[in-house]
């Protein structure tokens, strides 16, 4: 039997002993430094507070999987989880309104949840300041985790199934052979091993140190403090269970608040980032308290004391008794890290994650070291979902300071990242600055999402005017640049999307193995294919680009894509990402052929250069890849070159361009054009829990070709097996807008939630994809969607919108 060696004994790694050897794993080793059962880690004084929703789906349904799965344990007749439900309390109209917006997201991920008046709240909280509340959002739900008990519990069940779990081992070094672990070393032994778990929580960074392995996340401290007694909850709650009232966030002074029978505990966010170097902490024994709680900065505190009495006044005549900066991990997104090395095979990451999500997280692991992939869909937590540029110290360090600074932070879905900023820029970067762009941040670039200098433009258009949230990081300019493109011809930086080349003798049978569509095909060829898991779930979308016989280029959704085809490459196949040296720009609309054909020696009619079709040639003086390709559902081609021709490139076609009215576009009108087209995002609209027929992608699946990963799972499938499907629909009424993870409802029922959604400046109303049932997801079906908690009437509609019969690309 394999050998399996978890570091650490928290929360973590005792849920994973428990859901391995519940999988039939029989030789798992849990090494603790500290002594068992409450070792000093970030577990041993996490107060426990669990709140479910979260604008990731992922992270809400690691959370509902841990309060179902600690609401079935239990120690000496002690529950380990106390559904005493959630409450977060909104003291501004901003917070308040995005209140309503969680409820929504609490109805897309199937979190029971309610927006109360502040009577209400006052209600199930009479010590708070009532008339300081708009409102709250109630989840019965929620509640909070007993950590150390369920640690207990589950270490207990493991045991009983054959794992060993021995405190007081330090590990000190992690063997390797041939990229593979081999041994654990600790200070009282060596243990051999066939798969290490790092489960050290915020020490991690130290473990992965030890195998070769970054581990991307920074210690910070945050306070949590205890009030003396308080009469007014004398007798209130069983000392057992210590808790009868939600759990409260004011997250609007960034604190939160929980009984301790008669005391209330208050955990606050609202100090200055407190950064921890694990490597200078104290060893078990030395260690005042224990080596996560570091000594209480009281200065830190005061403000957040009194924020505390203002909103519930009854602190007023008490103070605080206890209090400690605790330790925990903050990743560069807020995620956890999940996931094997692709370096050195064996060794697991199961880091950075609360003890909300942390029976999530548990399984998901134990389901991909079993089965070789995760049951849901954890692309968000993966290891290799940074890319190389976002992977410095400097830029851990930073973004793990700047989360937990917006940790209770109001954040939009398209809010950028503050700092480090810039950080990756195209080529035409210089060019996008004098055009007056809008930059917007993604993977670490800088992308215009319009350009001030088209405002001129937007005159002639005129989309509905809109409510605050949705004109953030939004302007009627986007409007212009996709109408230009829909009449003249723009030019959109694609530099930003992942290019890999893949070559060598075996590289179209690797391809072929990897993907489902039909690549055996003359080089010049360009192809839409799908990469699936196993289990037929799709992991991207990729457009091959079959250059020369050998020789591919692949273009991504990212850092994911280069993972998954690096861990499966043969030897004769290189794989290598080529985005940081090389540049795309997309020249699209009708008037592309004129602006670019003057530029090239070769012909690009219709008929010498076909659709889906590429070729090496020269615009001006600039040797570029030439695909016919378009996101935006009008003619055109994306040019490729390297870096250092990129901004010659983009000048010869400006110049060129002058004469046909061409414009420079961003993200947000080009968002607009992608959905009129039905072209669907990976990530957003898809991921590994849907198969290609689900997400209306069957065209690119061939089962004819031979086999590839996960053709034996679609077996049997097709479209007209399908129990639900990504489904189009359009707003009732046109100045309506949605965002994307909204609520939809069918018949007051919900239904299922959309994944992306645009204002199509085409056809006049907004779009919106959605999963739906696809007993729903009929032509003409009528719902509504819920925005901030409105209701908004949406139809479903049949798809593409814009130009079904793709008469505009094929011309
Ligand atoms: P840990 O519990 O830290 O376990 C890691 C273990 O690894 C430790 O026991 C450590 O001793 C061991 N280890 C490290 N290095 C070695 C080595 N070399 N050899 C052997 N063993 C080693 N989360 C919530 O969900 N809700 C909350 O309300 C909440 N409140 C919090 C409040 C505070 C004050 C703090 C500090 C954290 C809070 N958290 C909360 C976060 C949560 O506590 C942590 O995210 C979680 O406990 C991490 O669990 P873990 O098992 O990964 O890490």
């Known amino acids: 039997d394999a050998r399996v060696v978890i570091v650490g004994a928290g929360i973590v790694g005792c849920s994973l002993a428990d859901e391995l050897t519940a999988r039939g794993w029989s030789e798992v080793t849990v090494l603790e430094q500290g002594p068992l059962p409450a070792p000093g880690g970030s577990t041993s004084h996490a107060p426990g507070l669990v709140f479910q929703t979260s604008p990731s789906q992922t992270l809400t349904g690691f959370a509902r999987y841990t ?52 009577a209400r709240c006052a209600e199930l909280w009479p010590l708070l300041a009532r008339d300081r509340i708009l ?33 007081r081992h330090t590990v000190t070094a992690i063997e390797r052979e041939g990229g593979r672990v081999t041994a654990v070393v600790t200070d009282r032994g060596t243990f051999p091993a066939d798969a290490v778990v790092c489960a050290a929580g915020f020490w991690g960074p130290l473990i992965g ?13 945050h306070q949590y403090a205890t009030t003396a007694p308080l009469p007014e909850l004398a007798g209130v709650n069983d000392p057992r269970t210590e808790a009868s009232r939600p759990i409260l966030r004011f997250q609007d002074r960034d604190l939160y ?31 005042p308290v224990m080596p996560s709680s570091l000594p209480f900065t009281a200065e830190d505190f005061a403000p957040s004391w009194a924020e505390s009495v203002g909103l519930l006044p009854a602190l007023g005549a008490s103070r605080v008794e206890k209090g400690f900066n605790g330790v925990f991990s903050f990743t560069p997104d807020g995620m956890p890290v999940i996931g094997e090395s692709r370096e050195v ?58 989360n937990f600074i917006e940790v209770y932070d109001v954040i939009h879905p398209l809010q950028p990242v503050e700092q480090p900023r810039p950080l990756r820029v195209s080529p035409f970067h210089v060019r996008q600055r004098e055009l007056g762009g809008y930059f917007l941040e993604a993977a670490g670039w800088e992308r215009p999402h319009w350009y001030e200098a088209n405002a001129a433009l937007a005159g002639s258009v005129q989309p509905p005017p809109r ?92 850092a994911l894509d280069l993972d998954w085809l ?12 080529i985005t940081p040296g090389t540049t795309c720009v997309g020249v699209w609309g009708p008037l592309a052929r004129d602006l670019v054909q003057p530029l090239t020696p070769d012909d690009f009619a219709h008929e010498a250069f076909g659709y889906f079709t590429a070729r090496r040639t020269f615009i001006g003086h600039v040797p570029v890849t030439a695909m016919r390709l378009s996101y935006v559902g009008e003619l055109g081609w994306e040019l490729y070159t390297t870096a250092d021709l990129g901004l010659r490139l983009w000048d010869t076609l400006w110049e060129a361009g002058r004469r046909h009215g061409v414009i420079a576009a961003g993200r947000s009108a080009f968002n607009s054009l992608r959905l009129e087209k039905g072209y669907r995002a990976w990530g957003h609209d898809m991921t590994t829990e849907h198969d290609p027929y689900e997400a209306g992608l069957g065209f690119a699946v061939r089962m004819d ?96 919108l814009y130009d079904p019969r793709g008469e505009r690309i094929r011309r």
């Not at 030890?210 to 401290?221: E, K, N, R």
């Not at 029978?261 to 407190?274: E, K, N, Q, V, W």
């Not at 064996?346 to 548990?362: C, D, I, N, P, R």
């Not at 290891?383 to 973004?399: G, H, M, N, T």
Request: proline letters at 6%.
């Open 209 to 221: 140190a030890m195998a070769g392995v970054d581990v991307p996340l920074q210690p910070l401290a």
């Open 67 to 118: 309060v179902e799965k600690f609401s079935s344990l239990k120690v000496d007749e002690l529950p380990c989880f106390n559904p005493v439900g959630g409450l977060e309390i909104a003291t501004s109209e901003e917070r308040w309104a995005d209140l309503h917006r969680k409820a929504g997201l609490a109805a897309s991920w199937g979190v029971r949840g309610e927006l109360i008046p502040p």
């Open 467 to 558: 409510d605050a949230w949705s004109a953030r990081h939004w302007s009627p300019i986007a409007a212009a640049e996709a109408r230009a493109t829909r009449e003249r011809v723009a030019l959109y930086d694609m530099t930003p999307l992942g290019r890999l080349e893949v070559s060598g003798p075996g590289a179209l049978d690797f391809l072929q193995r990897m993907t489902t569509n039909q690549l055996a095909k003359k080089p010049g060829t360009v192809t839409y294919t799908l990469l699936l898991d196993e289990a037929g779930g799709i992991r991207s979308d990729l457009t091959v680009a079959r250059l020369s016989e050998h020789h591919f280029q692949v273009g991504t959704g990212g």
């Open 705 to 800: 070709k031979g086999d590839f990963i996960g053709r034996a799972a679609l077996e049997g499938r097709g479209a007209g097996t399908v129990t639900r499907k990504l489904t189009c629909l359009t707003l009732d009424d046109p100045a309506a807008v949605v965002m994307g993870k909204e609520p939809v409802y069918a018949d007051g029922v919900a239904a299922g939630y959309v994944t992306s959604a645009s204002y199509g400046y085409t056809i006049g109303r907004t779009v919106a994809y959605a999963w739906l049932p696809a007993a729903i997801a009929v032509p003409g079906t009528a719902v509504h969607i819920e925005y901030f908690g409105e209701k908004v009437p949406a139809t479903v509609a049949a798809e593409p």
């Open 345 to 402: 095979r064996g060794f697991w990451l199961a880091e950075a994650v609360w003890v909300t999500h942390s029976a999530g997280v548990a399984r998901a692991v134990a389901e991909w070291m079993t089965d070789g992939r995760p049951g849901t869909d954890v692309h968000a937590c993966d290891l290799y979902r940074f890319e190389e540029a976002q992977r410095s110290p400097a830029y851990i360090a930073e973004r793990g300071r700047r």
């Open 135 to 167: 409102g709250g959002f109630h989840t019965p739900d929620d509640g909070l985790a007993r950590a150390l008990l369920a640690s207990r519990a589950q270490l207990e069940r493991a045991t009983a199934r054959g794992a060993r779990f021995l405190d």
């Open 566 to 577: 690096l861990r499966h490459a043969p030897d004769d196949v290189r794989v290598t990402d």
């Open 257 to 287: 608040y929980r009984e301790h029978t008669d005391r209330i505990g208050i955990g606050s966010y609202a100090h200055r980032p407190l950064p921890v170097d694990p490597a200078r902490l104290p060893a078990y024994d030395d260690a």
